[in-house]
Every structure is written in structure tokens, then in C-alpha cells.
């Protein structure tokens, strides 16, 4: 674990806050070759870039400190001191979608078609982003007798909770699985035939993988025996997995 990667007097860089940020500037890039793809101006993808980032790290925030409160009650300053972590991924994908749906709208869009441009940016700055989690030591894992469990030391979270037991490194799970989902995606991409389609398969991938990746993640609530995050991405591919169906059903009639 390697929360604080290098340190200039009273200058501190995070490791978690520089991952993000490459994990933004790594979709950003892939966002803007695939809107060049899709004939969608690249102005309008920058423009947009900056709202959806706002909406994604307010939302993420906003989902972290509503289920930690406790810990900010008392020094409600610490709410802004992002790079020291603390955002909660599927809250930014939430508001980053509202934000990305009302752009495309007023920009006169599709917003299916935005959404496909976004999908494999979003699978490839997610696993960026995830690096930051294992290096910060958060989003830890549940204890392991296996191989490759990973020990964290006095100081990190998740020694607090499991001093000196080896943890599921599910920071790296998410990475390995999304960087599958990014390439999954673009190889997709040849098969499109219509708006939504990467991104329903985007939608499809994340759920499967947090789906699993939650029975060995730490997690405090549990609601009749799933996580919040397992009910939310069971609704999300159920209505992802249904556009996928119905539009699979259509395709013989159209050939």
C-alpha cells in the first residue's frame, strides 16, 4: 500500500487522487477517438467532459459520505479532501448518466449513441481508477487463505478491521475485470447495429463483475444477504440484459 506516492515539503501527492485523475484523462482520450468514429463533434465531448466529471465526483462523494457520516460528523471539513479517498463509484456512474442524458439532450444527440461513445472510456478510466483504490488501501477485501491475498499494514483501513489477515485484493479484481470489459468492448464495437448497444454490454459487464466481486469485498450492510451495490446492479442488468433481448429479437426480422 502506497497511499502518498512522493511528498515536497507541505506538498503531498496522492497515489489515489493521481489514479483517478488518469483514470478520467484515460477515458476522456478513448471517448474522444470513438466520437470521431461516430461523427459527433469532438467540442462536444470536451464541453461535456467537464459537467459529467463534476456530476460523477459529486455523486461518488456524495453516495461515500451518506454512508459514513459518522466519521465527518465531527469535522465536516474532511468532505472535501478527496485525494485521501473516499468516493463511491456506482453513486458517480449515476450522476455522471444523468449529467451525460441531459447533455446529449440539449445538445440534440441520441443520448444511445453518447452512451456507446462513452461505455469502453468509462470500462477503461474505471480500472485506472482502481489501481488508486489498491495503492490507498481502501475498498478492501474480505479475509483469505488463498495465494495471492494481499496484507495490509498497521495504518491502512483495513488492518483496523482485519489486523494482520490476509485480504481478497479486490481492488485488483476490478481492475483485471474491466480492463477484459474495455477490450470485450471494443471488439463489440464491430458488431453494432444500433444506439445502445455498447452500452448495454457495458452496463452488463460492470454488473456481473461487482455483482460477484461484493461476496469478497468488505461491506458493512447487507440487505437480506446482498449488499446495497448487488441489488443495484441486479436491476441493472435485468433492464440492460432486457434492451439486449428485444433487440436480438428484432435483428432476424430486419435481415
Known amino acids: 500500500m502506497h497511499p502518498v506516492l512522493l511528498s515536497f515539503g507541505s ?12 483514470g478520467f484523462l484515460a477515458g476522456i482520450l478513448a471517448t474522444l477517438y470513438y ?16 459537467y459529467v466529471i463534476l456530476a460523477s465526483v459529486i455523486g461518488a462523494r456524495l453516495f461515500y459520505v451518506i454512508g459514513t457520516w459518522e466519521d465527518y460528523r465531527s469535522n465536516p471539513l474532511e468532505i472535501f479532501m478527496l485525494q485521501k479517498g473516499g468516493l463511491v463509484y456506482l453513486g458517480g456512474f449515476l450522476a455522471a448518466a444523468v449529467m451525460a ?26 480500472a ?48 483485471f475485470a474491466m480492463l477484459g470489459a474495455f477490450f470485450v468492448l471494443v471488439y463489440l464495437r464491430r458488431f453494432k447495429t444500433y444506439d445502445g448497444f455498447l452500452f448495454y454490454w ?23 444477504g446482498l449488499t446495497p451495490a ?13 434492451e439486449l433481448w428485444i433487440h436480438g429479437k428484432k435483428k432476424p426480422e430486419n435481415s
Open 11 to 22: 506538498v503531498t501527492l496522492y497515489s489515489y487522487g493521481l489514479m483517478v485523475v488518469l
Open 101 to 126: 442524458f441531459l447533455y446529449a439532450k440539449k445538445k440534440g444527440i441520441s443520448w444511445l449513441k453518447f452512451f456507446d461513445v462513452i461505455a469502453p472510456g468509462a470500462a477503461l478510466g474505471y
Open 202 to 224: 457495458w452496463v452488463l459487464f460492470y454488473s456481473l463483475y461487482r455483482f460477484v466481486n461484493e461476496f469478497f469485498r468488505f461491506s458493512p450492510i447487507h440487505w437480506l
Open 128 to 175: 485506472v481508477g482502481r489501481i488508486g483504490c489498491f495503492l490507498n488501501g481502501c475498498c478492501f477485501g474480505l479475509p483469505t487463505k488463498l495465494p495471492w491475498g494481499i496484507h495490509f499494514p498497521l495504518g491502512a483501513l483495513a488492518h483496523s478491521y482485519y489486523p494482520n489477515e490476509a485480504l481478497h485484493p479486490t481492488q485488483l479484481y476490478a481492475v
Open 35 to 50: 466520437a470521431k468514429q461516430e461523427n459527433i463533434p469532438q467540442e462536444y465531448i470536451l464541453d461535456g467532459v467537464i
Open 230 to 242: 448487488q441489488w443495484m446492479v441486479l436491476i441493472a442488468a435485468a433492464l440492460a440484459g432486457r
